[in-house]
Nanobody, 124 residues
Framework: TDVLLESGGGLVQTGGSLRLTCTVS????????????MGWFRQFPGQELEEVAH???????FYDDSVKGRFSISKDSASKTLFLQMNSLNPDDTAKYYC??????????????WGQGIQVTVSS
């Protein structure tokens, strides 16, 4: 089974930083790591998933306006790990964050693979 394993969430004060990681594992992990668009979504209580950032195979990136200049997405191909560095966090960033992977960035919301989700809580 191919899975995305997330870690790095937790509780942080306003202005603080966290780094989320998402590691690809399974039989197709090498292919997913090299050929798939990978990104991060978040979900506020009672709301739909919203895309935070993604990283395409050509290394182009997307960031939601709400996180531009504060969040940075990157990947270490050797360890098959996707990162989301989150700086200058504020309470509006409090949500459950999900890692996702799909062949096409434009359809990442229909991702073939999803992580289990990890909570990020920012205290005021």
């Amino acid at each position: 089974t191919d899975v995305l394993l997330e870690s790095g969430g937790g509780l942080v004060q306003t202005g603080g930083s966290l780094r989320l990681t998402c590691t690809v594992s399974g039989l197709r992990s090498d292919y997913i790591n090299s050929a798939y668009c990978m990104g991060w979504f978040r979900q506020f209580p009672g709301q739909e998933l919203e895309e935070v950032a993604h990283l395409d195979t050509d290394k182009s990136t997307f960031y939601d306006d709400s996180v531009k200049g504060r969040f940075s997405i990157s990947k270490d191909s050797a360890s098959k790990t996707l990162f989301l560095q989150m700086n200058s966090l504020n309470p509006d960033d409090t949500a459950k964050y999900y890692c996702a992977a799909h062949l096409v960035c434009g359809r990442l919301q229909e991702a073939s693979f999803w992580g289990q989700g990890i909570q990020v809580t920012v205290s005021s």
